[in-house]
């Protein structure tokens, strides 16, 4: 194995924090057939490498965070009928395994919402490291897709067909700018 | 620990409102159920009309909704759904979303009607309003069949066992307020 190749299956040693402006949580869901998306603003994300390579991405989100283009939406997501805000304040996640192969990444970690955790597997992209004006920045990009009533986020209405109006299955999207600390 | 019971029904001899008064004799020590009497009082939902000052009979009801603990709603069913002035002030009282006077509220809804489905389609109606304005709704209610045969002449429900689940429902309120934690006992 080469220098190079070497270089891109590993994660940068170090801690590196996401650059909340550039930095983003979202999720989309299809609703009434089109698709409805949402995003937690701000979020923390961490990812630590050790030296010997062994590496943790965590991140946390408040509920009170979440994001949709309509107050009166944020409001009903914020409901005992979705996060339950009031008795789940926050949603976490945290990598049990991180596999870097070139410039993808295959991630497994439990997302915790609603208070109820779950594994899941997300993958994606990673860029980096690349110094920018004094700083050190990895990009990494992840996605999956998780049943939301495995969290006990039940609520749907059906169509006039009788069919629901929610789909179960929503995309979660990281697009992560890690600064070095 | 304090219960803001609601009628939906304005009547004088209201079923629903009868059925609230026994639910107030069910209540455990240290706990009082009090009746909301302005229903009647409530103005049509305008937006135009939707500032500060509210109007006073809306300002009462979510003063009266802010202070309670609980709330638990008697409908009747009008036209399989939920009588128009209830939802009218369930809709001030919405207002506005974020910080409306029901969001979190342990809430419950039960129901009286003179046909043999005890306001079912109406009950189910209110939980799903309740719970899209942010209120804690509990699956627990009781529906009363033939309401008209089921109080005495002195409105007093006479049923054991609709008592009973009216009773439980009663605990369930409370016990939801207690799991939430925001009162000792």
Redo the contacts between chains.
């Keep these: 194995m080469n220098t190079l190749a070497q270089t891109t299956q590993a994660l940068p040693t170090g801690t590196w924090e996401a650059d909340a402006a550039h930095s983003r949580a979202e999720f989309a869901v299809e609703y009434m057939g089109g698709t409805f998306r949402g995003a937690f603003s701000p979020f923390e994300a961490r990812l630590a490498v050790a030296e010997d390579g062994t590496a943790t991405l965590s991140g946390v989100a408040r509920a009170e965070s979440v994001r949709v283009q309509n107050?009166?939406l944020?409001?009903?997501l914020?409901?005992?009928?979705f996060f339950d805000a009031?008795r789940t304040p926050e949603l976490t996640f945290r990598t049990t395994d991180i596999r870097r192969s070139g410039e993808t990444v295959d991630v497994d970690g439990e997302l915790v919402v609603h208070g109820r955790p779950q594994q899941v597997h997300l993958t994606g992209a990673v860029r980096g490291p690349i110094e920018a004006y004094g700083q050190e920045r990895i990009s990494l990009t992840l996605e999956a897709t998780v049943d939301r009533t495995a969290f006990g986020l039940n609520w749907n209405a059906p169509l006039g067909d009788g069919t629901p109006a929610l789909a179960n299955d929503v995309l979660l999207t990281a697009e992560l700018y890690l600064v070095k600390r | 620990m304090r219960i803001l019971g609601i009628s939906g029904s304005l009547r004088r001899d209201s079923h629903n409102t009868k059925l609230l008064r026994a639910a107030a004799e069910l209540v455990p020590d240290g706990v009082e159920l009090e009746l909301w009497d302005r229903l009647r009082q409530v103005p049509p939902y305008d937006q135009d009309e939707d500032l500060e000052p509210a109007p006073p009979a809306v300002a009462a009801l979510r003063g009266a909704l802010a202070g309670a603990d609980a709330v638990l709603f008697a409908t009747p069913e009008y036209n399989t759904s939920v009588p128009g002035q209830l939802k009218n002030a369930i809709d001030w009282a919405s207002r506005p979303p974020r910080t409306n006077p029901l969001r979190n509220t342990p809430t419950a809804v039960i129901g009286a009607s003179t046909g043999a489905f005890g306001a079912v389609w109406s009950q189910q109606e209110l939980r799903k309003v309740l719970r899209s304005l942010g209120a804690r709704v509990l699956d627990e209610g009781i529906a009363v069949r033939h309401a008209d045969r089921q109080f005495d002449v002195e409105g007093r429900l006479t049923d054991e066992v609709l008592l009973e689940e009216l009773r439980a429902v009663v605990g369930a309120l409370v016990g939801s307020v207690r799991e939430r934690g925001l009162v000792a006992a």
């Design positions: 107050e009166d944020e409001a009903h914020l409901s005992p009928e009031e």
